[in-house]
């Protein structure tokens, strides 16, 4: 099954999950993740949520790749798991902020596959989640910023923040604007990674 139809079909998974937004009024991301993720299926990978919410997107995710491991954050503990036994022992969920050392720590040693910042959206705290877990994105790797706010003004300060911190001489960094489909107005995403 391709991600979309896991997204589409699942507004009675996304509710047993727990997800109150149903993913067919949401962002218009899925084609994006099935084209970004598709090279992960069938492979183990590691993949980082900043950001989990109540957990039907990374119930979806999880589904779509049942052989990746998942790491998930969320400052709020309201996440709700009903997934599969064996898909749940590839699942990790941290009750924090993405910038609280002791999380860090636990992550340090890992080297992530997808890292997708959901998290609070404010630019701050993109541009430090960028800081703090772009050194632990592999070389093939691929560093997600979704629901980008006030689009028009806040990746011009991205870009810049890019440029400022010298990411332009290792990583690619490009952008995805959804607006135009559901006339949502953070239907935006930023792609950073490797050059290969």
Same mark, same amino acid.
């Given at each position: 099954?391709?991600?979309?139809? @896991?997204?589409?079909?699942? =507004?009675t998974?996304?509710?047993k999950?727990?997800?109150? %937004? #149903?993913?067919g009024?949401? *962002?218009?991301?899925?084609?994006?993740?099935?084209?970004?993720?598709?090279?992960?299926?069938?492979?183990?990978? $590691?993949?980082? %949520?900043?950001?989990? $919410?109540f957990?039907?997107?990374?119930?979806?995710f999880?589904?779509?790749?049942?052989?990746? $491991?998942?790491?998930?954050?969320?400052?709020? &503990?309201?996440?709700?798991?009903? @997934?599969?036994p064996?898909?749940?022992?590839n699942? $990790?969920?941290?009750?924090?902020?993405y910038? &609280?050392?002791?999380?860090? +720590?636990?992550?340090? +040693?890992?080297?992530? +596959?997808v890292?997708?910042? &959901?998290?609070?959206h404010?630019?701050? +705290?993109?541009?430090?989640?960028?800081?703090?877990?772009?050194?632990?994105? =592999?070389?093939?790797?691929?560093?997600?910023?979704?629901?980008?706010?006030?689009?028009?003004?806040?990746? #011009?300060?991205?870009?810049?923040?890019?440029?400022?911190?010298?990411?332009? %001489?290792?990583?690619?960094?490009?952008?995805?604007?959804?607006? *135009?489909?559901?006339?949502?107005?953070?239907?935006?995403?930023?792609?950073?990674?490797?050059h290969?």
């Amino acid at each position: 099954m391709n991600l979309r139809k @896991i997204f589409w079909s699942r =507004s009675t998974v996304t509710d047993k999950y727990g997800q109150r %937004e #149903n993913f067919g009024e949401g *962002h218009s991301y899925g084609l994006a993740y099935e084209l970004i993720l598709e090279k992960y299926r069938g492979v183990p990978s $590691n993949i980082l %949520e900043i950001g989990t $919410n109540f957990g039907g997107g990374s119930a979806c995710f999880c589904e779509y790749l049942p052989q990746s $491991n998942f790491y998930s954050l969320d400052i709020t &503990d309201r996440v709700k798991w009903d @997934i599969s036994p064996s898909l749940k022992q590839n699942f $990790n969920f941290f009750h924090g902020s993405y910038d &609280d050392p002791k999380i860090i +720590d636990q992550l340090q +040693d890992i080297t992530f +596959d997808v890292i997708i910042d &959901d998290g609070s959206h404010a630019l701050k +705290d993109q541009q430090k989640a960028i800081e703090l877990y772009l050194p632990l994105l =592999s070389p093939n790797g691929i560093f997600i910023i979704e629901d980008i706010q006030t689009p028009d003004t806040t990746l #011009n300060q991205l870009y810049s923040f890019y440029i400022q911190k010298g990411y332009r %001489e290792n990583y690619a960094m490009y952008h995805f604007d959804f607006r *135009h489909i559901r006339g949502r107005g953070d239907d935006v995403m930023v792609i950073i990674q490797p050059h290969l």
